[in-house]
């Protein structure tokens, strides 16, 4: 399922694509590791390119997971030739949420030149957790002359009372984490590197 979010966000990168011409293109100095939320991210993904893609997909677990069975995750999203402002972005961004299905619950804002995504998926047949995204994107210098999006989810197991009251009370318990999240990573210090 997760893939399928990966995906979405990459088309909403494509779409925020533009021509340029940059003389002197700086690229992404993609980490190995990444200290996030007190714990190390190691690199266990990349996905193929091709020679002529400038889209790159990076993803980081901890505790030697296995990307298809993380509990958390990092996901770098980079398009070096997009040229999207903050508000492209955040339109196009709004567009891919509003196609998923099962629409998530989500919200999208623009903070200091940065876009600010939370989303939250509740469980389905294809997953049966919370998926708890937050993402915040960099853009031009910033994001090494390109778009860099840098997501974090979280799975939670879903409570043991599966009655109306018992899901609300775990939709609100992941709700309110999701938002501790989000404040997390706007808040935080992290930043692409640039060669």
Not at 111 to 124: A, F, I, K, N, T
Request: charged fraction near 20%.
């Amino acid at each position: 399922m997760f893939k399928k979010k990966t995906i979405l966000l990459l088309s909403t990168l494509s779409a925020c694509l533009f021509a340029s011409g940059t003389l002197f293109a700086q690229k992404l100095s993609v980490p190995q590791e990444i200290h996030y939320a007190d714990k190390v991210y190691k690199l266990a993904f990349t996905a193929p390119q091709n020679r002529n893609s400038k889209r790159a997909l990076y993803e980081y677990t901890t505790n030697g997971e296995a990307v298809e069975k993380w509990s958390s995750l990092i996901t770098l999203l980079y398009d070096s030739n997009a040229k999207s402002d903050p508000f492209a972005f955040s339109a196009a961004l709004l567009k891919s949420l509003a196609a998923t299905k099962p629409e998530p619950v989500s919200s999208v804002v623009i903070h200091d030149g940065h876009v600010l995504m939370r989303s939250v998926y509740e469980p389905d047949a294809a997953n049966p957790v919370y998926e708890s995204n937050v993402s915040k994107s960099f853009h031009g210098a910033a994001a090494c002359g390109g778009l860099l999006q840098f997501q974090y989810a979280v799975k939670t197991p879903p409570g043991e009372d599966q009655s109306a009251a018992g899901k609300q009370a775990i939709l609100k318990l992941v709700n309110e984490g999701n938002a501790s999240l989000a404040t997390q990573l706007r808040d935080g210090g992290w930043q692409p590197s640039c060669e």
